[in-house]
């Protein structure tokens, strides 16, 4: 079965500190990984993606994230997080069995304290 | 350039009423999709559009949801017979094409009574 899995809820960071929103997926083939964030009452707004290349994506705001083929990880990091990147968090990947299904986590609300 | 609009942006009806969602994409962006996200819930895929191809619905829980999307622009999601279930957060996106960023609008808030 295709998914995605945010294994936290909730992460808390310190501003200035470096931060992890962890995404690990299941789909077969290769996969096309994308991060997404919403702000409340808002639509997702694109962070990144990984197609092919690289496995260290850069995207928006400062926030990359790792693809890790072995462990079949996607983690968003960002290296000093800001008070306005508190936000809900979502990790999505296209389905290998029909291209037009994207698969969402169930998302990470991220708290950054100041 | 505008964004993707969403209307209404709240809905409050009483079960077992028809509601009618609508969305209006980027102009010229070709796919065109719609989610649902429940409360603490990821989104759940109902129905893509791409260009005049016929819509995948296979994410459409039920035979009472239904959409269309009239000259590859303005999209209508329709609700038939509301239950209360049906209450969440309806997201649709629009991108160039269907492996290109999704550009979401702000949703419409159903609230079923």
């Known amino acids: 079965a295709q998914s995605v899995a945010q294994p936290e809820d909730q992460v808390n960071v310190a501003e200035g500190n470096p931060l992890t929103v962890k995404c690990t997926y299941s789909?077969?083939?290769?996969?096309?990984l994308f991060w997404y964030v919403q702000y409340p009452n808002r639509g997702l707004q694109f962070l990144l993606k990984?197609?092919?290349?690289?496995?260290l994506v850069k995207g928006s705001y400062g926030f990359e994230a790792e693809f890790n083929k072995s462990q079949t990880s996607f983690h968003l990091k960002k290296p000093s997080a800001l008070v306005s990147d508190s936000a809900l968090y979502f990790c999505?990947?296209?389905?290998?069995?029909?291209?037009?299904?994207?698969?969402f986590g169930s998302g990470t609300k991220l708290n950054v304290k100041p | 350039g505008a964004g993707v609009s969403q209307s209404p942006s709240n809905k409050v009806t009483e079960k077992g009423k028809d509601v009618e969602l609508r969305c209006d994409p980027i102009?010229?962006?070709?796919?065109l999709y719609w989610y649902r996200q429940s409360l603490g819930q990821g989104l759940e895929f109902l129905i893509y559009?791409?260009?005049?191809?016929?819509?995948?619905k296979s994410g459409l829980p039920s035979d009472r949801f239904s959409a269309e999307r009239t000259g590859g622009s303005v999209s209508t999601l329709t609700i038939q017979r509301t239950q209360q279930e049906d209450s969440a957060v309806y997201l649709c996106?629009?991108?160039?094409?269907?492996?290109?960023?999704?550009?979401f609008g702000d949703g419409t808030r159903l609230s079923i009574l």
């Open positions: 996106a629009s991108s160039l094409e269907s492996n290109q960023p999704q550009h």
């Open positions: 789909v077969s083939g290769n996969p096309y």
């Open positions: 990984y197609i092919t290349g690289d496995n």
């Open positions: 999505a990947v296209r389905g290998s069995d029909n291209f037009n299904k994207f698969y």
């Open positions: 102009s010229g962006h070709t796919a």
């Open positions: 559009f791409q260009g005049n191809s016929a819509p995948d």
